[in-house]
């Protein structure tokens, strides 16, 4: 296949595919210029652990400015010291995702002789973790939750075994790797075996989950089981349940089931026939949504995602 030369990606592109995505980056701004300068007032950058689009000009102005987004995306401050603890976590994320201006003189220290100097405002994002949801199921509740959750900045492994069910959106009739007309941040999967799905999810949750002393730790992941087979709803809220096991301090995912009052009392009773104890059955959310009214697609789509943001939101 001929390859195809594609443009270097605008700071104004990749900011839009970043906040989409949740994935943690700077926007870097010229926000004062005094003299000569590379590049005039209010020239944008966005710079990521791993790229940068757009340029401020290049040289050693522009090295400082990469290093310095990097920095702040690592958590320490512009003079490279670790960023003080703060009580909660939505404080450290306020202070983390906020703003900060660094003065640059562009001569010998920075190899430049434009003789001017530039002030650089540094805008970081989504350096608290991002809302991150595995789906099963693309039943008519699901799609509704997949249009709402497109206009949120997140990440969406969405899974089930019936590939006619991600038809409508299919773009690609290619069977080994099938496209979809899904927003980047939102990534449809066929599998015969939805349950392998469980333990790498759960295993990346709690590998980035941070406790905060005293407190109930937040959630950013999230499993939410919808499918259209009652019998594969259970293993997998069985699976779940085993693969978290026993971690006290650590932040479980929140796990929900869709279903009726009468569906979550018998699956109640059959997990506790099998041995769980209430504590680990206790911890999952069945059914899921909150009390809003309405029995349309939608309108149970959006009492879940608000459950959803409540949870992600609450510290």
Known sequence: MKSINRAPESWIEALARCQKSGAPHVLATVVSVTGSAPRALQAKMVITKDAAFDTLGGGGLEHDVMATARKLLAGK????????????????????????????????????????????????????????????????????????????????????????????????????????????????????EPVDFIKPFIQNALAKSDLVKNKSPSRQQFILVMTHDHSLDFELIRAAIDEIGDNPDKAAPYIGCIGSATKSKRFYDRLLARGYSEDSINALTMPIGIAIGGKEPMAVAVSIAAQVLKQYHQV
Not at 163 to 186: G, K, Q, R, T, V
């Open 77 to 192: 401050t512009i003079d490279d010291t670790p960023a003080p603890k703060l009580r909660s976590q939505k404080a450290q994320a306020a202070r983390r995702d906020s703003v900060v201006t660094k003065h640059y003189p562009l001569g010998a220290k920075l190899a430049q002789c434009c003789g001017g100097s530039v002030t650089v405002m540094f805008e970081c994002f989504n350096l608290t973790p991002p809302l991150s949801l595995l789906v099963f199921g693309a039943g008519h509740v699901a799609t509704a939750l997949m249009k709402i959750l497109a206009e949120l900045p997140c990440k969406v492994d969405w899974v089930d075994s019936r590939a006619e069910m991600f038809a409508p959106f299919a773009i690609s009739a290619d069977n080994d790797a099938p496209s979809y007309n899904l927003p980047d941040h939102i990534r449809a999967h066929v599998a015969d």
